[in-house]
C-alpha cells in the first residue's frame, strides 16, 4: 500500500511539475465551461447562465510568469424577474482577453487583464419569441482578474470581469460576469 501511494504521488508530481510553460515555451488551451452574467444598475434582473467556450495562447515570459492572449464566444446579458419574468437579454460577444498569468506555486496562477470584446447577438426573447435590441454598443471593454490551477495539462479557470464601459448608448449599464472554465493546456 506505501508503494502504492509513493507511485502515485510521484505521478502528481510529475504531472505538476509540466503545468507552466518555461521560459520561451509556447502554448495553446482549448476551453469550455460557463458564464454567470447580470448587468450592473439593473432593476428585476437575475443572472443569465450562458455558454464561455474558445482558446488561448500563452508563452512563459519569465519564471513564474506566463502572458496569454485568447479568443472566447461569451453569452453574457441578463434574465428578467418579477414583472419581467420571462425575458431574457441575450447579448453574446466575441472577447479578446490578453492576461498576465503569475505563478504563485506549481499549477496555481493568478491572473489579470485586459478584455475587448465585439457584440454579435443583442436580442430579447420572451416565450420563445425573440427580436433585436436597439442601442446596444458593438464594443465592450473589462478587466478579468482570477485564478486557474493546473494539472496534468487539465486546467480549471475561473475569473470576474468586471466591465468599464456601457453596454447600452442611452442607459448607464454595464456588463458583470462570472466564467468558470475547463481546458487543456498543450505545449509545442
Not at 478584455?115 to 458593438?138: E, H, L, Y
Amino acid at each position: 500500500m506505501k508503494k502504492l501511494f509513493l507511485i502515485a504521488a510521484m505521478m502528481v508530481a510529475t504531472l505538476s511539475a509540466n503545468a507552466q510553460n518555461e521560459v520561451g515555451q509556447w502554448s495553446i488551451k482549448p476551453m469550455s465551461g460557463i458564464n454567470l452574467a447580470t448587468m450592473t444598475k439593473t432593476t428585476d434582473s437575475k443572472m443569465r447562465v450562458g455558454l464561455a467556450a474558445g482558446a488561448e495562447l500563452a508563452v512563459g515570459a519569465a519564471e513564474n510568469f506566463e502572458v496569454s492572449a485568447g479568443v472566447l464566444y461569451s453569452m453574457q446579458g441578463v434574465k428578467g424577474k418579477g414583472d419581467l419574468d420571462g425575458l431574457t437579454y441575450k447579448l453574446d460577444y466575441i472577447n479578446i482577453p490578453i492576461l498576465a498569468n503569475f505563478y504563485v506555486t506549481r499549477g496555481l496562477a493568478i491572473k489579470a487583464g485586459v478584455q475587448p470584446g465585439f457584440n454579435v447577438t443583442k436580442k430579447i426573447s420572451a416565450d420563445g419569441v425573440s427580436a433585436d435590441i436597439d442601442g446596444v454598443k458593438g464594443f465592450a471593454f473589462s478587466v478579468p482578474v482570477g485564478l486557474s490551477y493546473e494539472i496534468g495539462g487539465v486546467v480549471l479557470d475561473a475569473r470576474y470581469n468586471w466591465g468599464l464601459t456601457k453596454a447600452f448608448k442611452d442607459v448607464d449599464s454595464k456588463h458583470s460576469y462570472f466564467s468558470i472554465t475547463l481546458g487543456y493546456k498543450i505545449p509545442f
